[in-house]
């Protein structure tokens, strides 16, 4: 390895975390964020030679990167969660998967390594990461979403942020002002979010593994708000309402089956990795975001794409047992 690659390396590596944590913010799926991020170091390694540090390496890396999600924008359509699609559905008529529509995609947290800096700073970027902030992020226009992530989530002045759009502070400052009204608009009540107490937030989500892996739908009832929602994409039907999420699990949740629900943590909110077990072998099934808020749980993300677990470090599947 030459000196100049040991150097870029050792420059660009740190930011390598936040860089794919932004992209995500942007683009709503992780595969296009890594594949935007690993285009970006692979730009900067061919342009490093000519990089006079007129400005930060994180502002350079950042601004390919801008630059690359937006022109991957220009091309693609926002992602979805099947609540965007219409109204919710009855649980005896599920739709088959829609699996050519572009879903929004789960973030692991272990992928979220920003630089060390204040604490107050690191929780702001953690919120910006839940799943219902993200999925409203995909109503703005790329420019807008790029303004109120930079703004918002990373604190960027609004100079700098111009610098990087190749526009002017008060343009920026516009554009976030709308970008804030319309999130206002497709953002859920952040009051109805606020979590219990980290014990009882625990013994809630340890009640509700038990009770999901036995089929227990009595415990359940009692762990989910009234107003409960249960989507499953890439299946665009989705549920509202404690009545019918629990239909669908009596539908759904064979008593008889053998089920093990791992605990993961993605969009800075817990969820599980669900395994079914047959013949001994525990094979992938689903990821699942939980939204908890006043009342219990209100909204269960569940991702049926066992193709995104190797990136939550889980295996497909396995005879050995599981953390």
Not at 2 to 20: D, I, K, N
Not at 23 to 47: I, P
Not at 144 to 170: D, H, K, N, Y
Not at 209 to 227: G, M, V
Request: hydrophobic share 45%.
């Amino acid at each position: 390895m030459s000196l100049q690659t040991e150097e870029f390396e050792a420059r660009t590596e740190p930011h390598r975390g936040e860089l794919v944590a932004f992209c995500y913010r942007m683009l709503g799926s992780l595969h296009d964020a890594e594949d935007v991020v690993q285009e970006t170091f692979l730009r900067a390694w061919r342009g490093y030679g000519e990089f006079e540090f007129r400005s930060s390496i994180r502002t350079w890396l950042f601004r390919i990167a801008t630059n690359q999600c937006l022109n991957l924008l220009q091309h693609s359509s926002r992602r979805l969660i099947p609540s965007a699609l219409g109204s919710p559905g009855d649980p005896r008529e599920i739709a088959p998967a829609a699996s050519d529509l572009p879903w929004l995609e789960p973030f692991p947290d272990l992928l979220f390594a920003p630089p060390p800096a204040d604490p107050g700073v690191l929780v702001v970027e953690r919120q910006s990461l839940r799943l219902a902030l993200i999925a409203a992020l995909q109503y703005l226009p790329p420019r807008q979403r790029a303004v109120l992530v930079l703004r918002e989530a990373f604190g960027w002045p609004a100079a700098e942020v111009a610098e990087l759009l190749g526009t002017t502070a008060a343009a920026v400052n516009s554009a976030l002002q709308r970008a804030r009204a319309e999130l206002t608009r497709a953002a859920p009540d952040e009051e109805l979010l606020t979590e219990p107490a980290e014990s009882d937030r625990r013994a809630l989500l340890d009640q509700y593994a038990t009770a999901f892996e036995k089929a227990d739908l009595e415990s359940l009832n009692r762990l989910l708000a009234d107003e409960v929602r249960w989507e499953m994409p890439p299946i665009p039907t989705w549920f509202e309402g404690r009545d019918d999420v629990l239909e669908l699990l009596r539908r759904k949740l064979d008593p008889r089956a053998k089920r093990r629900l791992v605990p993961v943590s993605a969009n800075a909110q817990p969820g599980f990795a669900v395994y079914d077990e047959v013949g001994g072998r525990l094979r992938a099934h689903m990821l699942q975001v939980v939204t908890i808020g006043s009342g219990g749980i209100r909204a269960i993300h569940s991702f049926h794409r066992p193709d995104l677990f190797p990136s939550f470090g889980l295996p497909l599947q396995s005879t050995a047992g599981l953390p």
